[in-house]
């Protein structure tokens, strides 16, 4: 089957983002206060409308444009291209990566988690305290 003539899956997408994000589906439902079975049904759409595409790419911290563009091909040529040999009699990699920009990126990774589990917490306890 030839690139141009597969069908652009956008459910297939959400899911292998979300296990690349290591989100489980019972997860991404909290997020979007929906059932985990309504996300197994979005994964196994071919077509997600764009309101509900916007909120999952938001859940996912990505980008609308992000999901519909993604490709396992183009992620596996960047993590082919990361690395080179430089060595001419062993195997050590030499890694094109600036250490402190990852440090500086996980570590606002974190801080954006701890936001978004703060915000879900939030939610929960006016839930809980609406319910009193």
Same mark, same amino acid.
């Given at each position: 089957?030839? %690139? ?14 979300? #296990? /690349?994000?290591?989100? *489980?589906? #019972? %997860? /991404?439902?909290? $997020? ?5 079975? %309504?996300?197994? +049904?979005?994964? &196994? +759409?071919?077509?997600?409308?764009? &309101?509900?595409? +916007?909120?999952? %790419?938001?859940?996912?911290?990505? @980008?609308?444009?992000?999901? *519909? ?6 992620? $596996? !040529?960047?993590?082919?291209? @990361?690395? @080179?040999?430089?060595? +001419? ?8 990566? &600036?250490? /402190? ?5 996980? =570590? #606002? ?10 915000? =879900? ?8 305290? !609406?319910?009193?």
């Amino acid at each position: 089957m030839e %690139a141009s003539t597969k069908q652009n899956h956008i459910g297939r997408k959400i899911s292998r983002i979300r #296990e /690349l994000r290591g989100m *489980k589906q #019972e %997860a /991404l439902a909290d $997020f979007l206060g929906i059932s985990q079975q %309504a996300i197994s +049904s979005i994964e &196994n +759409s071919q077509d997600v409308d764009d &309101n509900k595409l +916007s909120q999952i %790419a938001s859940a996912l911290g990505v @980008t609308k444009e992000g999901i *519909k563009q993604f490709s396992e091909e183009a992620v $596996f !040529n960047i993590i082919n291209n @990361t690395f @080179t040999d430089y060595s +001419s009699n062993n195997n050590n990699y030499l890694c094109h990566i &600036n250490p /402190l920009e990852k440090i500086v990126e996980l =570590y #606002e990774r974190l801080v954006e988690t701890e936001r978004e589990k703060n915000i =879900y917490l939030e939610k929960l306890i006016s839930k809980f305290e !609406n319910k009193l």
